[in-house]
C-alpha cells in the first residue's frame, strides 16, 4: 500500500493563504473597533475632557484668587479699587496658567480674558445699601404675652 504525503500542499499553499486570511481578518476587526469607538465614544470622551477641563480652569482662577487676596493681607476691604482688583486677577490668571496650562490652552484664553473671568471669584464689597439705592434699616421686634383665651 502507497501513501501520499499531502504536507507539502500545506505547508506550501494553504498555511500561507490561511494566514494572511487571518491576518487581514484581525485588520479589518481592529478597524471596526477603532470606527466604532470613533463614532459612538470619542464625543461621550470629549465632552467628558472639556467638562474637567472646565472645572480646573475655574478652580485654579477661584484658587488664585483666594491666594492673591490672601497674600495682600485684607487691603481689598480698605481699597476696593480697579487697581486691586487688577492687581488680584492678574495673579489669578498667573495662577491658571501656571498649575493648569492644558486647560488654558484648550479653551484659547489669553491672560486678559482669564483675568476677566477671575473677577467673577472676587467676593462681593459688603454694602449698607441693597441694590436699588435704597437704605436697609433694622427694625427691633417687640414681645408681649397674649391675654387669656376665655
Same mark, same amino acid.
Given at each position: 500500500m502507497h501513501t501520499v504525503s499531502l504536507n507539502p500542499i500545506f505547508e506550501q499553499i494553504v498555511n500561507p493563504v490561511l494566514q494572511d486570511l487571518l491576518q487581514g %481578518?484581525?485588520? %479589518? &476587526?481592529?478597524? !471596526? &473597533?477603532? !470606527?466604532? %469607538?470613533? +463614532?459612538?465614544? /470619542? $464625543?461621550? &470622551?470629549?465632552?467628558q475632557?472639556? /467638562? +474637567?477641563?472646565? /472645572?480646573?480652569?475655574? #478652580?485654579?482662577l477661584q484658587n488664585g484668587v483666594w491666594i492673591a487676596m490672601q497674600k495682600i493681607e485684607g487691603t481689598e476691604q480698605q481699597h476696593a479699587n480697579v487697581q486691586v482688583k487688577g492687581a488680584i486677577t492678574a495673579f489669578a490668571a498667573q495662577f491658571a496658567i501656571d498649575h493648569v496650562p492644558d486647560a488654558v490652552n484648550r479653551f484659547g484664553?489669553? $491672560?486678559? #480674558?482669564? /483675568?476677566?473671568k477671575a473677577l467673577a471669584y472676587l467676593p462681593v464689597s459688603l454694602t449698607a445699601t441693597d441694590t436699588t439705592g435704597a437704605r436697609v434699616t433694622v427694625q427691633p421686634v417687640e414681645t408681649a404675652p397674649l391675654? $387669656? &383665651? +376665655?
Open positions: %481578518f484581525v485588520i %479589518f &476587526v481592529a478597524g !471596526w &473597533v477603532m !470606527w466604532a %469607538f470613533h +463614532k459612538y465614544a /470619542a $464625543p461621550y &470622551v470629549g465632552a475632557l472639556e /467638562a +474637567k477641563a472646565s /472645572a480646573d480652569l475655574n #478652580q485654579a484664553l489669553n $491672560p486678559e #480674558q482669564l /483675568a476677566t391675654a $387669656p &383665651v +376665655k
